[in-house]
C-alpha cells in the first residue's frame, strides 16, 4: 500500500473511489422504474478526504435529494444520474491518463533511455 | 446468495428485467380487443413487480419479484353475434389499457438503453484500464 502511494500518489485511491461511484451511479440507473427505490450517491472529495486518513468511505455516502418527488417513492431522475455518469467515468478517464504516463516514466526510467 | 455485483451484473439483471417488463407489455397489445364468454375467461393485462436487490457494499441491481395481474375488469359488452356470447348474448373484453400499455413500451425502451450505455461505457473504461501503462 504505501509502496504504491509513493509511486501513483492520489491517483491511484481516486481511481478505486471512481469506479465505486460508477457502481453506485449504475446502481441508480438500473433500478430506475423500482417503487420505493432511493438513490444513493457518492461524494468524491469526502470520499477521497476519509480515504487518505485511512478510513472507510462509508461515511461519504449520501441519499439523493430528488428535484421533484414522484408518487412511487422512487427518487431515480434520469438527468440527474446521467450526467453524474458521465462526469465519473470523464474523472476516471483522467485519473487513468495521469497513472498511465507515471507507469510510460516509470517504465522508461527502468530502461534507462 | 448476493456477492460482490460488478457492473455486469448491476446492469444485466436491470435488462433482463426490463425485458420481461417489455414481454408482459408485448402480451397486454397483443391480447387488446380479444374478448371472451365469461368475465372469468377474459384476458386480465399482466403488471411485472420490480424488486432492488442489494449486496453488502451498498450496490444494487433490480429483479422480477413476480408478475401481477391487473385490476382492472374486463368491460361487459352486448354482442349476441358473436360466437363466443353467453346465453344473454354478452361478451367480456380483455382489461386493456392500450394508451398506457404504449406509454409502458417507449419507457421501457428507454431504460433499456440507458442501462446498455452504462454497460458499453463501463466496458470501455475497464478495457483501457487493463492498457493502463501499454
Known amino acids: ?113 | 446468495m448476493n456477492g460482490n455485483f460488478s457492473v455486469f451484473d448491476i446492469s444485466g439483471r436491470a435488462m433482463s428485467a426490463q425485458l420481461v417488463r417489455l414481454n408482459t407489455t408485448a402480451s397486454n397489445l397483443a391480447n387488446a380487443g380479444t374478448t371472451a364468454g365469461s368475465e372469468a375467461g377474459a384476458y386480465r393485462s399482466l403488471k411485472p413487480v420490480f424488486r432492488t436487490v442489494m449486496d453488502g457494499q451498498g450496490r444494487a441491481t433490480v429483479q422480477i419479484d413476480q408478475v401481477t395481474t391487473s385490476k382492472m375488469a374486463p368491460s361487459k359488452r352486448h354482442d349476441p353475434s358473436n360466437p363466443l356470447a353467453d346465453q344473454d348474448g354478452n361478451v367480456w373484453e380483455a382489461a386493456v389499457d392500450s394508451a398506457a400499455e404504449l406509454v409502458e413500451m417507449v419507457e421501457t425502451a428507454r431504460q433499456y438503453q440507458n442501462n446498455v450505455q452504462v454497460l458499453e461505457t463501463a466496458k470501455g473504461l475497464i478495457n483501457e484500464t487493463l492498457r493502463m501503462g501499454q
Open chain 1, 1 to 113: 500500500m504505501m509502496a504504491s502511494e509513493k509511486l501513483f500518489g492520489l491517483h491511484a485511491t481516486a481511481l478505486q473511489l471512481r469506479s465505486q461511484r460508477m457502481m453506485m451511479l449504475a446502481s441508480n440507473i438500473a433500478n430506475a422504474a423500482t417503487p420505493n427505490y432511493k438513490a444513493r450517491d457518492l461524494d468524491f472529495s469526502k470520499a477521497l478526504d476519509l480515504a487518505q486518513q485511512g478510513g472507510s468511505t462509508e461515511g461519504a455516502i449520501s441519499y439523493r435529494v430528488p428535484v421533484q418527488a414522484s408518487l412511487d417513492g422512487n427518487t431515480v431522475e434520469m438527468a440527474t444520474e446521467q450526467t453524474a455518469f458521465a462526469e465519473n467515468a470523464l474523472a476516471y478517464r483522467s485519473s487513468l491518463s495521469f497513472l498511465s504516463g507515471r507507469v510510460n516514466t516509470l517504465t522508461r526510467a527502468i530502461k534507462g533511455e
